[in-house]
């Protein structure tokens, strides 16, 4: 066995012992009932770096159903999220803890699920681990924590570099997921991939295919959520894994030629995604709808573009066209309800901006950039401002204070007439109530008419919205 790096072993047992010190117990629980518990992966690389986190995952010699059994004395509470893949969980205090027992897992050539087998020893178990900074381990259950070192992890770690145990290939065909995941860690933790485990994603990346979509979504919401989603998404899209589950962010690497000149959609789009991220602090942190909106804005581009007589290229209508295919993607890729609506309207709503010129826009023409908005309204601003990716710093500049401009106008009409409640000045039952007729798809008609008048008028008051419904009716009739 190889001899443990000291200085790494130290720090990680000095972290473990601080900030998650019912993993004693828990080992201690373990030992008791004659079996061995190690902190394994992630915790093990996170402890090295001094950012342990809450959710700890342990690999032990117990089977699922032994684990379980001391996990039910141990935890406030226990559950089974996998016993048939040997893992079982529990949550004590503000921990949660995933406990695995020893197993080797591999993928059939065309199969979604994995096959588990369970191992004899934690050597076998680390050499299935995905990446090397992630098959370390924390034998816990030993007179002296033990730090488990056998494929240069710490090594790697400190050369912020991604290897595999064995064979990159190997590792692939056990899960294919895994070439995702290395995206993932480059985004996370800023590494670089090993030459060998580059050359073969390019190789295997067709192997995606096999993986669930709910899976395959988790993993990347996990790279368009880090610190540097551009280092993720660009491996994803130059290996060939993105042509398999988001085809049309490659897509947007148009061809340029020395007449028809414009901007590069894919750069553009990396960029305004970075500076989406710069400002998304206004929502609270990072956000995933944000973040999609601004990865996928542009993304009707190719199916709209269009050479101009002379030079140029036009793409007339591309927010509708791309608000369309993203709702298509999302749906494909198992995303909430509430995630693919979002998204898909602002992506539908980003351009609304560019109508509004140096400020000519109506109070009306506000009032509906408000509604069509809705509660989607700081997003759109940020989206909107994030969508400036000119090196022209005086366009640029402009830009900036015309939507300072209309956030000012936004901000007064949100005070003289509460915008984000925009309601007609009559409600259902007045407008049954004053035409004297039943709940009926009329009254829809009547309300959006007036939904109207409001929009365009602003607060005009009951009784002159009876009368303009009233003459209203009289047309109708």
């Not at 480059?186 to 060998?196: H, P, T």
């Not at 509460?418 to 049954?432: A, C, S, V």
């Amino acid at each position: 066995m190889k001899t443990p790096n000291k200085a790494a072993a130290e720090l990680a047992i000095t972290t473990l012992t601080k900030q998650a010190p019912a993993a004693t117990s828990l080992a201690t629980a373990f030992k008791a009932a004659g079996f061995k518990l190690a902190l394994v992966g992630g915790p093990v690389r996170d402890a090295i770096l001094g950012r342990l986190g809450n959710d700890l995952d342990f690999t032990t010699n117990a089977h699922p159903k032994e684990s379980e059994k001391i996990l039910k004395k141990w935890a406030d509470s226990v559950w089974d999220i996998g016993a048939a893949f040997g893992t079982v969980a529990g949550k004590k205090g503000e921990i949660t803890v995933e406990i695995t027992t020893y197993r080797s897992e591999n993928y059939e050539k065309d199969s979604r699920k994995p096959s588990v087998e369970f191992g004899e020893n934690i050597e076998g178990d680390l050499s299935r681990r995905d990446f090397t900074i992630n098959a370390m381990a924390l034998e816990l259950t030993t007179d002296e924590p033990t730090f488990i070192d056998l494929f240069n992890g710490v090594d790697d770690l400190e050369n912020k570099i991604i290897k595999t145990p064995g064979k990159p290939s190997d590792s692939f065909t056990d899960d294919p997921l895994r070439m995702m995941r290395a995206a993932r860690f480059m985004s996370q933790l800023n590494f670089a991939i090993d030459e060998s485990v580059l050359v073969a994603i390019k190789e295997m990346a067709h192997r995606l295919s096999i993986i669930s979509s709910e899976r395959v979504r988790d993993e990347f919401i996990k790279i368009i959520m880090s610190d540097n989603p551009r280092l993720g998404i660009s491996l994803l899209v130059e290996c060939g894994l993105a042509d398999i589950f988001l085809p049309e962010v490659p897509k947007l690497k148009l061809e340029i030629d020395e007449h028809h000149h414009h901007k590069d959609v894919y750069e553009h789009s990396l960029t305004v995604l970075e500076q989406a991220i710069a400002l998304e602090e206004r929502l609270g942190g990072a956000n995933l709808t944000l973040r999609l909106a601004a990865l996928l804005h542009d993304i009707g581009k190719p199916k709209t573009k269009a050479l101009i007589a002379g030079g140029g290229v036009s793409f007339h209508h591309h927010e509708v066209v791309g608000a369309k295919m993203t709702k298509e993607r999302l749906r494909t890729l198992r995303f909430d309800n509430h995630i693919v609506k979002d998204v898909g309207q602002l992506v539908f709503l980003h351009l609304r901006f560019h109508g509004y010129g140096s400020g000519e826009w109506t109070d009306s023409a506000v009032r509906r950039y408000v509604r069509d908005a809705a509660e989607l309204l700081d997003h759109l601003h940020l989206l909107t401002r994030a969508d400036c990716t000119t090196r022209n710093q005086k366009k640029a500049q402009l830009l900036a204070n015309t939507y300072d401009q209309l956030e000012q106008r936004i901000k007064e009409l949100m005070q003289q007439e509460e915008l984000n409640k925009i309601r007609p000045d009559l409600t259902g039952e007045q407008i049954m109530q004053i035409l004297n007729i039943k709940a009926s798809p009329m009254v829809g008609k009547a309300y959006d008419f007036l939904l109207e008048l409001r929009l365009e008028n602003g607060p005009i008051g009951e009784d002159k919205a009876k009368e303009a419904l009233l003459t209203w009716w009289k047309e109708q009739n």
